[in-house]
T-cell receptor
Framework: EAGVTQFPSHSVIEKGQTVTLRCDPISGHDNLYWYRRVMGKEIKFLLH????????ESGMPNNRFLAERTGGTYSTLKVQPAELEDSGVYFCASSPMDRGPAGELFFGEGSRLTVL | AQKVTQAQTEISVVEKEDVTLDCVYE???????LFWYKQPPSGELVFLIR??????QNEISGRYSWNFQKSTSSFNFTITASQVVDSAVYFCALSGPGTSYGKLTFGQGTILTVHP
């Protein structure tokens, strides 16, 4: 069974440009989460999808970030326009619905974003 | 608000030594879950353990053991007879009721280096 895959693994862009990160969760996992770790800080929650619906987007930093999960499968996280403080590692995680209220999350390897 | 503190930023030990990673948490919830995740060099976070707030029994899994003490709000992780393969970043995390138990609050992580 394939794990959570994220693309690209590393992206370097100029301030003001746009970047789109993609996450493919484990097949059949209805829950999909985005997290972010900026340099030297904690990993922080961004948002949670249940299938194609945004369940909780309280962690999204501002309206430059847009997450979608069309069809309830893969998800994209777009940053437009990117700022220096957006640099960090963006993690995607997924979990099935039938693991109870606190099932383990399966994380991808992360997408490292560097904004110059 | 929830908070997780991992006071040890980095720990360095020699193979076969025992090592304990500390985790202290803050929450107003009476029902919550505590987690430990391991981040090897490949980058993905790997689930190690989940504990709910009503289960204070310590747990042992091979060389790993966890000590949960509600009285001190701590959930410490001990590796016995450490090995080089244990070198990784270890994260303690907390989740509570609400929209999703998958919304984790992470500590800053402890970098563990095990030298041969």
């Amino acid at each position: 069974e394939a794990g959570v895959t994220q693309f690209p693994s590393h992206s370097v862009i100029e301030k003001g440009q746009t970047v789109t990160l993609r996450c493919d969760p484990i097949s059949g996992h209805d829950n999909l989460y985005w997290y972010r770790r900026v340099m030297g800080k904690e990993i922080k929650f961004l948002l949670h999808f249940v299938k194609e619906s945004k369940q909780d987007e309280s962690g999204m930093p501002n309206n430059r970030f847009l997450a979608e999960r069309t069809g309830g499968t893969y998800s994209t996280l777009k940053v437009q326009p990117a700022e220096l403080e957006d640099s960090g590692v963006y993690f995607c995680a997924s979990s099935p619905m039938d693991r109870g209220p606190a099932g383990e999350l399966f994380f991808g390897e992360g997408s490292r974003l560097t904004v110059l | 608000a929830q908070k997780v503190t991992q006071a040890q930023t980095e720990i360095s030990v020699v193979e076969k030594e025992d090592v304990t990673l500390d985790c202290v948490y803050e929450t107003r919830d009476t029902t919550y879950y505590l987690f430990w995740y391991k981040q090897p060099p490949s980058g993905e976070l790997v689930f190690l353990i989940r504990r709910n707030s009503f289960d204070e029994q310590n747990e042992i899994s091979g060389r790993y053991s966890w000590n949960f003490q509600k009285s001190t709000s701590s959930f410490n992780f001990t590796i016995t007879a450490s090995q080089v393969v244990d070198s990784a970043v270890y994260f303690c995390a907390l989740s509570g009721p609400g929209t999703s138990y998958g919304k984790l609050t992470f500590g800053q992580g402890t970098i563990l280096t095990v030298h041969p």
